[in-house]
């Protein structure tokens, strides 16, 4: 419980500091939107590592090369705990937005920094609100250069066998032409998930696979492919697990 404890006063005195950095951030972004983005993600990332470093949380690396530095891409991973954003975000090179569900607009102080990062709110019993969405990633990949992460399954699984992914999902690489990064990670799930509301240290893996260019795919694997991306995961998600 010490560890669990140490997260929430880190993030309560975390929050506290936040609302001087919010003014600090808006002042910048009117004179310059990318120093901006850059200085929230940098501020995020920095309060993501040290939750990392408190919950005693060591993660093998892998593919961290296949992360274009000079354009924007559709992360799609495999999801089983909160940590599958925490440990990815600490690292990313670029500006990048998750898709969240819509629930995670009403949490005060995290919202506004996802704001911030341009991640988006899915209420995924409302169609017309998830077409919205998409468009909005679309927009922000291909006119922004804002990379986003989804995590196609639609919510925490809790099995070795990935549920289905949403074919919707995928149009935001389609639409947009940008590439997808499978991002694949083992063992999240034991650092609090498994034995909550106890933090426990853990080795996880994450592993940035080789990016898909969904137009040099065959017209059937691009019919399905959601389903492509997810047996690509599933695939490198059942090699790392010996690593753990």
Known sequence: MIRFISIVLFLGGYFIISIPMWLIVLIIGI??????????????????????????????????????????????????????IIIPYSIMPNVTGF?????????????????????????????????KVIINCVDLVK????????????????????????????????????KIIPMVQNNTASIWENQAPRVKKAHTVLEFAKPIDVNSLSKEERKFLGAYVRDRIQEIYEKNQKLV
């Open 31 to 84: 004179f310059n939107r990318h120093a901006r983005d850059i200085l929230a993600l940098r501020l995020v990332q920095f309060a993501f590592r040290v939750i990392r470093l408190i919950s005693g949380t060591k993660t093998t690396i892998i593919g961290l090369e296949n992360i274009p530095k000079d354009e924007a891409v559709l992360f799609v991973g495999n999801h089983r705990s909160f940590y599958d």
């Open 99 to 131: 898709v969240a569900k819509k629930q995670m607009r009403k949490v005060p102080f995290i919202n506004v920094w996802m704001k911030f990062l341009y991640c988006q709110f899915l209420d995924r019993e409302n169609i017309k609100e998830g077409l």
């Open 143 to 178: 006119n922004n250069d804002v990379s986003i992460a989804i995590f196609p399954e639609g919510t925490r699984n809790h099995g070795d066998e990935m549920l289905p992914f949403k074919e919707g999902s995928m149009k935001i690489a389609e639409k947009s032409g940008c």
